[in-house]
């Protein structure tokens, strides 16, 4: 099976940085996009970052010029770099990967469970 955790979330001051890191392991073959979604209190899921296999990035304009995406392949881990966070940054962020199981060859959609990210004075 493919489990997917998520670890950094915590409480931090408004204008500071968290790094969140997401880890992916079992039956994978290779992972193409890899993503961070986030969802607050009464508000929908939104897709905060995504990265391409290749590198390619993408962002919610709400967070463009403060956080960034990467990715190890070689260790199955994405992190998103959270930098000037703001009140409506809190949220709990989950962990998404597009994969190729091995063995079967199936293309599967994993989820974390989420890892909380407080921003508050």
């Known amino acids: 099976q493919v489990q997917l955790v998520e670890s950094g979330g915590g409480l931090v001051q408004p204008g500071g940085s968290l790094r969140l890191s997401c880890a992916a392991s079992?039956?994978?073959?290779?992972?193409?996009?890899m993503g961070w979604y986030r969802q607050a209190p009464g508000k929908e899921r939104e897709l905060v970052a995504a990265i391409s296999s290749g590198g390619n990035s993408h962002y919610v304009d709400s967070v463009k010029g403060r956080f960034s995406i990467s990715r190890n392949n070689a260790k199955n881990t994405v992190y998103l770099q959270m930098n000037s966070l703001k009140p409506d940054d809190t949220a709990v962020y989950y962990c998404n990967a597009d994969l190729i199981v091995s063995m079967t060859g199936d293309t599967m959609n994993s989820w974390g469970k989420g890892t909380l990210v407080t921003v508050s004075s």
């Open positions: 079992g039956s994978i073959d290779s992972i193409n996009a």
